[in-house]
Antibody, heavy 122, light 113 residues
Framework: DVQLVESGGAFINPGGSLRLSCVASGFTFSTTWMIWVRQAPGKELEWVGR??????????DYAAPVTGRFTISRDDSKTTLYLQMSSLKIEDTGVYYC?????????????WGRGALVTVSS | DIVMTQSPDSLAVSLGERATIKCKSSQSVLYSSNNKNYLAWYQQRPGQPPKLLISWASTRESGVPDRFSGSGSGTDFTLTISSLQAEDVAVYSC?????????FGQGTRLEIK
């Protein structure tokens, strides 16, 4: 079975930095596009960004609100996805989910972790 | 960005009855070269992560009960649950993957009447 387990969520002050991890198992991580999606309290799901597989160049793309502040990376040897967040803002508060890109379309999300809570507040 | 708007925001339906949720995109998500609609539906039960139910507007994912069906094309889509079960209580969200960034609807909360 596919498992995605996020960690690293925390309470952090505005302007701070945080790194989330997502350990994956049950599928071929190295060939799978990986995604971060977040959900602010009471709000809709919001795509944060995506990293392609190594064979696809490990290309990353980000949502406009996080571009320049967030970085997605992967370590295929550890089957782990990362989200490095810096210059955090109050509006970055939410549950951060890692997800897998569907084999037929990378922007369709077919497996999700349980999420990591990030709270940005002074 | 493509804006996804769902209706209603919340819905209460009796067990065994039909539930219908609408999703409208601000521009067409139908790709003319392959005649596919780049529209998905997710279910998010309380305290759980989202679960992909339907892709390409009408294709059920493996293991999804056949009481769930998706329809529509272009800009207007519908998720129908033919006979509501207790375990269907959840928030349902549509998502377009026609263009980046992929965007979601605001969600529809489905409850038992």
């Amino acid at each position: 079975d596919v498992q995605l387990v996020e960690s690293g969520g925390a309470f952090i002050n505005p302007g701070g930095s945080l790194r989330l991890s997502c350990v994956a198992s049950g599928f071929t991580f190295s060939t799978t596009w990986m995604i971060w999606v977040r959900q602010a309290p009471g709000k809709e799901l919001e795509w944060v960004g995506r990293i392609k597989s190594r064979t696809a160049g490990e290309t990353t793309d980000y949502a406009a609100p996080v571009t320049g502040r967030f970085t997605i990376s992967r370590d295929d040897s550890k089957t782990t996805l990362y989200l490095q967040m810096s210059s955090l803002k109050i509006e970055d508060t939410g549950v951060y989910y890692c997800a897998t890109g569907h084999p037929h379309h990378g922007e369709l999300f077919d497996n999700w972790g349980r999420g990591a809570l990030v709270t940005v507040s002074s | 960005d493509i804006v996804m708007t769902q209706s209603p925001d919340s819905l209460a339906v009796s067990l065994g009855e039909r539930a219908t949720i609408k999703c409208k995109s601000s521009q067409s998500v139908l790709y003319s070269s392959n005649n596919k609609n780049y529209l998905a539906w997710y279910q998010q039960r309380p305290g759980q992560p989202p679960k992909l139910l339907i892709s390409w507007a009408s294709t059920r994912e493996s293991g999804v009960p056949d009481r769930f069906s998706g329809s529509g094309s272009g800009t207007d889509f519908t998720l129908t649950i033919s006979s509501l079960q207790a375990e269907d209580v959840a928030v349902y969200s549509c998502q377009q993957y026609y263009s980046r960034p992929p965007t979601f609807g605001q969600g529809t909360r489905l409850e038992i009447k």
